[in-house]
Nanobody, 124 residues
């Protein structure tokens, strides 16, 4: 069982930066594809970024060039560095783990483990 705990959310002005952390326990995250999703009120959970089991990464178009997913194996932690934040990035951000070892899962139902979420609010 993989347990995930996000942190690092908060309130930031447009143009600012935040780094989200996702601490894994129970198992090492390196055996999984790790993704970030976000959800705004009244909206479906939206894919943001994924680091596949192979180490490859993929981002949704709206965050390409602004967000970076990375990992630190020694800390069993996945990060999402978010730069040039926009008000439309406001959402609860979730970390997730998938047992898919072949691709870059981008659908929520491809993920098996979820964190509790961390709120990111970007003011204009």
């Amino acid at each position: 069982q993989l347990q995930l705990v996000e942190s690092g959310g908060g309130l930031v002005q447009a143009g600012g930066s935040l780094r989200l952390s996702c601490a894994a326990s129970g198992r090492t995250f390196s055996g999984y594809a790790m993704g970030w999703f976000r959800q705004s009120p009244g909206q479906e959970r939206e894919f943001v970024a994924v680091r596949g089991y192979s180490g490859s990464t993929y981002y949704t178009d709206s965050v390409k060039g602004r967000f970076t997913i990375s990992t630190r194996n020694a800390k069993n932690t996945v990060y999402l560095q978010m730069n040039s934040l926009k008000p439309e990035d406001t959402a609860v951000y979730y970390c997730a783990g998938s047992r898919d070892r072949l691709g870059l899962p981008r659908q929520a139902d491809e993920y098996d483990y979820w964190g509790q979420g961390t709120q990111v609010t970007v003011s204009s």
